[in-house]
Structure formats: C-alpha cells, structure tokens
Nanobody
C-alpha cells in the first residue's frame, strides 16, 4: 500500500525558511515523477514544483529561485526547501507521487494528507 506523509509545515515570518519532507512507503520514489502542490483558502490547487525520474526539476514562476525540490533517495523521501517565504506562500502543501513530466497529476497519482505552511508579516 502506498502512503505519503508530509512534515515540516509551520508558522513563520515573512523572509523565513522552512523545509518540507514527504516520507513515502510502498513506492520507490526513484522510479516515479514526484511533485509538491499547494492550496490556499479560496484558491485552486496549484503545482509548486515537480521532479522527473531523471531529476529534471520544474518550478512555478511564483517560487522560482526561492524553492528547491529534491529526493533523499536512501530515505525514500521527497523534500522541498523554501527560503525567502512570502505571505502568499501560505497554503496547505501536498506531496504527490507518480505525476507526469511537468508535474501534472492523473488518476493514478498518490497524495499525502498535507502540511500547513503559514507565513505572517
């Protein structure tokens, strides 16, 4: 059974940093495209970043230069390093396993339960 468990969400001040982690069981993350999505209240779920099985990374324009996606392969964990956080980064962040190149999800995509990131002034 595939399970994804996110951690690392917190409340921080604008300009601060956080690192999110997604521990995956039941699936080898080296063999699948992976992604981080987020959803803010009243807004659509949006792709934040994705990484292909060949480690090509993709970022939303809004986070380019501030966020870094990576795999910790020995731990079977997907990470998202976030720096220079802005209030508009406030959202629930979701880990997704088995996405298409570019980050698009489909019916077979597996999801975590999400972790809350709150950025205040």
């Amino acid at each position: 059974q595939v399970q994804l468990v996110e951690s690392g969400g917190d409340s921080v001040q604008a300009g601060g940093s956080l690192e999110l982690s997604c521990l995956v069981s039941g699936l080898d993350i080296r063999k699948y495209g992976m992604a981080w999505y987020r959803q803010a209240p009243g807004k659509e779920r949006e792709l934040v970043s994705s990484i292909t099985r060949l480690d090509t990374a993709n970022y939303a324009r809004s986070v380019q230069g501030r966020f870094t996606i990576s795999r910790d392969k020995p731990k079977n964990t997907l990470n998202l390093q976030m720096i220079s956080l802005k209030t508009e980064d406030t959202a629930v962040y979701y880990c997704a396993a088995d996405v298409r190149d570019g980050g698009a999800y489909y019916a077979g995509t597996h999801w975590g339960q999400g972790t809350q990131v709150t950025v205040s002034t």
